[in-house]
C-alpha cells in the first residue's frame, strides 16, 4: 500500500483529504478514544461515521481494515519510515497516536508503563465489564427472569469502580498531576456507564465522589467535548 486511495476500505469512505489520519468510527466509548486523542493532539484527522444502523462494521470494506468488525480503526497514510499504517483497536491507537505525536504518555520509563498498566486495566476490565452490565440493565438481558448474570457483572462493576476511587484519592488524574491516555481510555466508559445506560443508581455512584470528580473535569475538556461527538451520528 503506498496511500489510502490503495486500501479497499477507500471504495465505502472516500478520503476527501488522503494526506490526514482516517479515522472510522462512532462515538461509543470506545470510539470516542481515537477521536478525543486526535483532538488533543492536534493531529490532522479526517473522520468516517461507522454506522451501525446499517451495520457498516460488517461490510467488507471496513473488515478488510479490521477483521474484528469493531470500532475505531484508522489508518496513517505518513506511517512509521513514512509508509501508510493500519491500525484497530482502541487501546493500540491511543499508544501510537502518543507516540506519534510526543504527548499524553510520560516519557520517564516508569511513568510510561505505569499509563500503560492503566490503559490495560480499562481494557481488560472496564470496558468488558462495564458493557456487559450496560447489556443487562438497558438493553435486551433487563427482560431476563435470572438476575445473577446482571449481578454478577454489577459486582464487577462496583469493585473496578472502587479501584479508580482509591487511586483517585489526592490525584487530579489517573497519573496524578499529568493528563494521560490512561485518563482518555477510562473516563468515557465512566460517563457512558452512568449516562448513556444509566446505571448510576444501579451502581451507587455517590459511594464515588472521587471518580465522579475525574469524570467530570475530563468531560470539561475543549477536545473531550468535542471528540465525544466526533464522527457526527446521522
Not at 85 to 90: D, H, R, T
Not at 167 to 195: C, K, S
Request: proline content about 9%; glycine content about 10%.
Amino acid at each position: 500500500m503506498t496511500g489510502v486511495a490503495d486500501f479497499p476500505i477507500h471504495a465505502k469512505w472516500p478520503a476527501s483529504f488522503p494526506d490526514r489520519i482516517q479515522l472510522y468510527s462512532l462515538p461509543t466509548p470506545n470510539g470516542v478514544k481515537a477521536s478525543i486523542m486526535l483532538e488533543e493532539t492536534g493531529l490532522a484527522y479526517e473522520p468516517h461515521l461507522v454506522n451501525f444502523d446499517t451495520n457498516d462494521q460488517l461490510s467488507p470494506e471496513f473488515i478488510s481494515l479490521n477483521p474484528n468488525n469493531k470500532i475505531p480503526a484508522m489508518i496513517d497514510p505518513d506511517g512509521p519510515g513514512g509508509k501508510p499504517l493500519a491500525l484497530f483497536e482502541s487501546g493500540a491507537i491511543l499508544m501510537y497516536l502518543a507516540e506519534k505525536s510526543g504527548k499524553l504518555l510520560p516519557q520517564d520509563a516508569g511513568e510510561r508503563y505505569q499509563t500503560l498498566q492503566w490503559v490495560m486495566f480499562q481494557m481488560g476490565g472496564i470496558g468488558p465489564m462495564f458493557g456487559q452490565l450496560g447489556f443487562f440493565h438497558k438493553f435486551a438481558g433487563k427482560d431476563y427472569d435470572d438476575k445473577r448474570p446482571r449481578d454478577r457483572y454489577l459486582a464487577e462493576t462496583v469493585r473496578l469502580l472502587g479501584v479508580l476511587e482509591r487511586h483517585l484519592e489526592g490525584r487530579q488524574w489517573m497519573m496524578g498531576d499529568q493528563y494521560t491516555i490512561a485518563d482518555i481510555a477510562i473516563f468515557p466508559w465512566v460517563r457512558n456507564l452512568v449516562g448513556f445506560y444509566g446505571a448510576g443508581e444501579l451502581v451507587g455512584i455517590d459511594k464515588f465522589p472521587n471518580v465522579q470528580r475525574v469524570v467530570a473535569a475530563f468531560a470539561a475538556r475543549p477536545a473531550v467535548a468535542r471528540g465525544l461527538n466526533i464522527p457526527a451520528r446521522p
